[in-house]
């Protein structure tokens, strides 16, 4: 199974929404596919119309629940565990020494006694909390979007930093699979500029650019995946080229 890290510590970079289309994108090509948020905001939850009730995260990495318990079914081949604000509390209650992120790694990786899934995919919070030290501890790959702004570009060094941290402390290789330039517009110099920065440090990590495009804003209003609400968009055609970067690696 691959798991998948999507992070930033900035929020506004497309976090969510790429954590959602891969997931989707990769259900819909026919993969298993879980989709863990680890962000209290709940907008993974909310996206797809996940019932308070039913964004059951905190539960679970308390023990409250098991995984089988905790996920909802949301489209044919992609099952979630969804958060809400609670899941901020719980964070506050799970802080024990030095082991902490490495036991919550341990309470993610029973989920994969649950199904035979192909692709983990981890929504992170735009902060370097503990749950996020957690899910890089979990994780053994990392996607960090970054939009076309400037000072996106000021905390990529603290992200790469962390991800190399946890590589030592845990023992393993955590890869930067990709780098995703979102909110780009081709008529503006500065995105041009950004996205050179970019593939200057990450050279082949860096992905085609996703366009800034408004249905990829509608579409959570409705309860869709930009694939559902408008197909042909760019942020579809956009998104379903890194959904076929990751099918196909």
Known sequence: MRRIAVVNHKGGTGKTTTAVHLAAGLADLGH???LLELDPQGNVGTWFGIDERDACMAEFLAGELDAYDSLVEVRDNLDVIASDWRLAETEERLIWGQERERGLANRLASIEDCE???FTIIDCAPS???LTTS???YADEVIIPISM??????GVRQIVENILRMSSWNGKDVRIAAVVPTFYRHNLRKSKEILG???KHFDNAVTDPIRDNVRLSEAPSHQETVFEYAPRSHGA???RKLVDRFAGA
């Open 32 to 34: 298993q596919v879980l």
């Open 116 to 118: 035979e899934y192909e």
């Open 128 to 130: 370097m909390s503990m």
């Open 135 to 137: 899910a890089l501890a």
């Open 149 to 154: 702004e400037y000072l996106a570009l000021v």
């Open 197 to 199: 920065v970019l593939r």
């Open 237 to 239: 055609v956009d998104y």
